[in-house]
């Protein structure tokens, strides 16, 4: 089967016209990256940098909320001076853990 090709046998049901419209509206992401080591931004074609938010929001249909991870927590905190829980503290260390594994 090529891409395009009729699949449904009933070529009056209307169904090949609601594909047509589903496959339009997908928008993916793929292909390296060029993205900053340091602020995370990302170049685009043009050569302009942008947030990560923005250049994925333009390309997809993804959309984002912020938080913050438990390591920038706890450094936000303790630059205000904030005490901060074990538990916060715990959770950063298996976040850790997380990332060296599966490196």
Same mark, same amino acid.
């Given at each position: @089967?090529? !891409? ?11 169904? #090949? ?26 170049? *685009? ?9 923005? &250049?994925? @929001? ?5 959309? !984002? ?20 829980? *074990? ?5 950063? &260390? #298996? *976040?850790? #853990? ?6």
């Amino acid at each position: @089967m090529k !891409f395009g090709e009729t699949i449904c046998p009933n070529a009056d049901c209307g169904c #090949q016209g609601r594909l047509a419209t589903e496959v339009a509206e997908v928008k993916t992401l793929s292909g390296l990256l060029p993205i900053c080591a340091c602020c995370k931004k990302i170049r *685009d074609d043009r050569g302009y940098w942008n947030r990560i938010e923005s &250049y994925i @929001m333009q390309r997809s249909n993804a959309s !984002f909320s912020h938080g913050y991870c438990p390591a920038c927590a706890i450094k936000s905190l303790e630059a205000a001076g904030v005490p901060v829980s *074990d538990e916060l503290r715990k959770k950063a &260390y #298996q *976040d850790l #853990q997380s990332d060296l594994n599966s490196a």
